[in-house]
């Protein structure tokens, strides 16, 4: 079914539902007066309330015109200038010289870690000068709302993230933190600049 029929067509039921719900919640109003009626009538308006409410959003976006919903922002789909626009997370060496790199676009979550027999990981820094000290799943990067986020899921040695904006370096504890371009990621000492 083309997208335009298909809108049309949920509009058409939601005007249904809505006119539904509310004659069934008038019906009741009038003849019922009994704990299942006031249940009903309840239940009627909550499902007329939902059906006008989608209905007036999908009228806001342009569904009676067959509009489409908004599209799936992914990762690298923002403009290339946006400070928000990752790309590749690349490893370095002390004298910040680039060893390795890891693309990131179309990609939404990526665990850091160490491979071993028991887990697989996206982002393997177990050959890094510093692997002795990273966990199997030491960190985790998700691509949410448009924006990177990264996440210390280590047991021992912990995350920190030097900020671009103000030079700050950042431990993490407990809650996902922000991150974009030109963010350094440390885990053990092994720095992980967001490109």
């Known amino acids: 079914m083309k997208e335009s029929r298909k ?3 949920i509009l058409r039921c939601d005007g249904g539902i809505l006119f539904a719900g509310i004659f069934l919640a008038l019906a009741l109003g009038l003849l019922g007066n009994g704990l299942p009626s006031r249940i009903l009538l309840t239940a009627s308006l909550l499902c007329a309330g939902a059906a006008g409410a989608d209905l007036v959003l999908r009228m806001k976006r342009g569904g009676s015109r067959g509009g489409a919903e908004r599209p799936f ?3 690298g789909a923002l403009g290339k200038d946006s400070p928000f626009t990752v790309r590749e997370l690349v490893l370095l060496d002390e004298d910040n010289k680039p ?3 890891w693309d990131l676009i179309g990609k939404t979550a990526l ?3 160490k491979k071993d027999q028991d887990a697989e990981v996206d982002v393997d820094l ?3 000068a510093y692997g002795a000290f990273i966990e199997p799943q030491h960190a985790l990067l998700n ?3 448009e924006r990177w986020f990264l996440e210390d899921v280590s047991q021992e040695n912990g995350v920190r993230v ?3 904006e103000d030079g700050m370096s950042y431990k993490l504890s407990g809650r996902p933190c922000q991150v974009g371009a030109g963010d350094v990621i440390f885990i053990a000492n092994t ?3 967001l490109t």
């Open 7 to 9: 809108q049309k067509w």
């Open 73 to 75: 922002v992914g990762p």
């Open 99 to 101: 060893l390795k790199s």
């Open 111 to 113: 665990i850091i870690g």
């Open 126 to 128: 177990g050959d890094c």
């Open 143 to 145: 691509f949410s709302g």
């Open 162 to 164: 030097k900020k671009a």
């Open 191 to 193: 720095r992980l600049l």
